[in-house]
């Protein structure tokens, strides 16, 4: 979660520092210390249950989860179990146009742990306690997902809602997304699911789809084999593109799970409830429709302008100021999202203005500059965060519209290509591409494309 101290004490969150620079007494277990709840962390969890759907529990409490491992001080979890903040709920995902639910089970908060650190040439290993006691939300999807693809799906879309709310930047190289999917296979028309093994700490989104579609094969081929799946944990290799075993797969009662006896159980009541409610934001599937609605956008458009929030503001600023939909879509899905990729840059850093697109839209319906050349400009504009009409008179790129400069421009192409020109006259019509695009090129891009094909047009009835 985003929250800036941690869920049980108030050392800061912020990635990157120096190890065990982020810790106290309270983070790192020391006897005697009790834990004080972070309410922000709490509202982010109740944002996210009822951004998914989910019935958000007036009672809900906290309970230690038992286990040993280096990077935990406390030799217990903080975590929630019998009595999560949020139950039900669910996600809708659209995959080949159709419209595929998955049921959510709960949501439950808890911390984090720490890092281990495993060095190959050192005898030793590290611990860094930083992100102990970092808050954590599990969301627990019911068994609805039927392979690695829609595994993805399910998780960009969970990335979109959480990134909408603004309780997860949902990066996952760094951590703050992850996947942990319980794998089962059965034979077709039994409903019993079969042993189940569970993929641990993936952490992206291709890592999920070809993990999970890997497990699905072996674990078929075992039972092919007439071999048993055994119950355990096991994690992706990326490089060799397999899963291995990790650990036996513990059982709920081999945490020894037992209420935390230093927190108070968790009360929300509904005064609380319907603040939180009504701070949400529009939600990815309620913008999408509204796109197509209001502003008549395809489903391809609408569904690709809201993946991310500031994305989707960055158009409707666009339209707001006066550009047409369509248009600006056609605009945002090809040449600002390819600088964004090109340049590494993510959308709230975008160094161009909604504004300014407006204005470049404006300069080519007023026939000042060609489509082509307004791609040039759209370019250097965001390069440079000019505006359109200083980049146009800078560059020289005003379109020509005199007919007889581009009469000259044309008769120099045709008399270059005799041949070809006596072929588009004879009827094979493909040739007037050649001619457009000879004297666009001799015009650098700044021909008037509609002049040039009447002028040629002329040119073959004389």
């Not at 006897?31 to 969890?45: D, H, I, Q, Y």
């Not at 998914?52 to 529990?57: E, F, G, L, P, V």
């Not at 996600?91 to 890092?115: F, S, W």
């Not at 993510?346 to 697109?357: G, K, Q, S």
Request: aromatic share 6%; proline share 5%; charged share 30%.
């Amino acid at each position: 979660m985003l929250t800036e101290s941690k869920i049980f004490c108030g050392c800061s969150t912020a990635f990157g520092a120096e190890p065990n620079t982020q810790t106290c007494p309270i983070c790192t277990g020391m006897p005697g210390v009790l834990p004080v709840l972070n309410r922000r962390a709490v509202e982010f969890a109740m944002r996210t249950g009822l951004a998914a759907n989910c019935r958000i529990n007036g009672l809900s409490r906290f309970a230690r989860k038992n286990y040993f491992y280096p990077d935990l001080p406390k030799g217990y979890q903080i975590s929630q179990y019998e009595l999560p903040l949020a139950e039900g709920g669910w996600v809708d995902l659209v995959l080949d146009g159709e419209t595929r639910r998955v049921g959510l089970t709960r949501i439950h908060m808890e911390e984090d742990a720490g890092k281990n650190i495993h060095e190959e040439k050192s005898a030793y290993s590290f611990v860094d306690l930083n992100r102990t006691g970092v808050p954590l939300m599990e969301i627990v999807s019911e068994p609805d997902i039927r392979s690695g693809r829609e595994a993805s799906a399910y998780m960009r879309k969970l990335r979109a809602i959480l990134r909408y709310i603004g309780v997860c930047d949902g990066n996952m190289e760094q951590g703050s997304l992850r996947c942990d999917a319980n794998i089962s296979v059965r034979p077709r028309g039994r409903e019993a699911l079969g042993t189940k093994v569970e993929l641990k700490n993936m952490n992206s989104f291709k890592f999920v789809e070809r993990a999970i579609d890997y497990e699905i094969n072996r674990q078929t081929e075992e039972l092919e084999q007439g071999r048993p799946v055994v119950q355990e944990t096991r994690l992706w290799d990326p490089g060799a593109g397999v899963t291995v075993s990790m650990r036996m797969k513990e059982e709920a009662h081999d945490y020894r799970y037992f209420p935390e006896p230093d927190l108070v159980p968790v009360e929300v009541d509904e005064r609380w409830l319907e603040e939180i409610r009504a701070s949400l934001p529009e939600l990815p599937d309620g913008k999408r429709e509204r796109f197509v609605r209001e502003h008549g956008l395809p489903e391809y458009d609408a569904d690709l302008l809201t993946a991310e929030r500031p994305l989707a503001e960055w158009f409707e600023e666009a339209v707001t100021l006066g550009g047409q939909p369509k248009t600006v879509s056609n605009w945002v899905m090809g040449e600002l999202l390819r600088l964004l990729n090109e340049t590494g840059t993510a959308v709230e850093a975008c160094p161009l203005e909604p504004l300014r697109l407006v204005e470049l839209l404006k300069l080519i319906d007023a026939g000042t500059i060609s489509h082509k050349i307004a791609k040039t400009v759209f370019d250097e504009m965001f390069r440079s965060g000019k505006d359109a009409e200083t980049v146009v008179q800078e560059k020289g790129l005003v379109q020509i519209t005199d007919e007889s400069a581009i009469a000259s421009a044309l008769d120099e192409v045709i008399a270059k290509s005799p041949g070809e020109f006596e072929r588009l006259r004879a009827g094979e019509a493909k040739l007037a591409g050649f001619f457009v695009g000879q004297v666009m090129k001799a015009t650098r891009g700044k021909a008037n494309p509609r002049v040039v094909n009447d002028l040629l047009r002329k040119r073959l009835e004389q």
